[in-house]
């Protein structure tokens, strides 16, 4: 069956699992592992953190807003990033809308019409290493989404987008390499902590 935008936004999502929406089709997200869930956590209070540090205009939200994007030509995708910064104002709109209001276990959206959040992350998992390297950074790119972070913790390393005349230039972060980041340019994050954030 076809699934239409605000049908999906209408979706009630029983259980644990939640959905992208892919083309009209509702995607099982993989579900976090414990490793995956410390990597979001660390680099959420990492974010939150620096936010308050520079006295930005911006929040960091976990797996609870989905972008809508426009896949091969099409309306009905919306991704729902392990990790988001956008504007604090943008938020508190988003959130007061009547469709979103009330709604703890739908995710709000940010609409292709809307400005994009500015800086994404996504956690690769086995399932997702395709969708996070190629599909998401196509579909994060013409949205103009400023910063796109892989974290791949089979490989160790984190792949940093960046927008550089409307396309994506990355570079690859190993070690005890520190994080180079547009949006938080005075970041001290390595790799390492990010994947053992307990040392």
Request: net charge negative; aromatic share 10%; with cysteine.
């Amino acid at each position: 069956e076809y699934v239409k935008l605000q049908q999906y936004l209408n979706f009630d999502q029983e259980g644990d699992t939640r959905y992208e929406l892919v083309n009209g089709e509702l995607v099982p997200m993989a579900q976090p592992t414990g490793e995956h869930g410390a990597i979001c956590e660390f680099l959420y209070d990492q974010f939150r953190d620096e936010i308050a540090r520079l006295e930005q205009n911006g929040t960091a939200k976990l797996m609870m807003i989905a972008i809508q994007s426009p896949r091969g030509g099409r309306w009905e995708t919306a991704r729902i990033p392990d990790l988001m910064i956008l504007d604090q104002s943008q938020w508190e709109a988003m959130r007061d809308r009547p469709q979103d209001a009330g709604k703890a276990n739908r995710a709000a959206i940010i609409y292709l019409n809307e400005p994009p959040p500015l800086l994404v992350v996504e956690v690769v998992s086995p399932s997702t290493r395709n969708t996070d390297y190629r599909a998401k950074r196509v579909e994060y790119n013409v949205l103009n989404i400023p910063e796109y972070w892989v974290v791949d913790s089979q490989e160790q390393k984190v792949t940093v987008f960046q927008s550089i005349d409307q396309l994506y230039e990355g570079e690859e972060f190993v070690g005890g390499d520190n994080i180079i980041s547009s949006l938080f340019p005075n970041l001290n994050c390595s790799v390492q902590q990010i994947f053992n954030p307990s040392k």
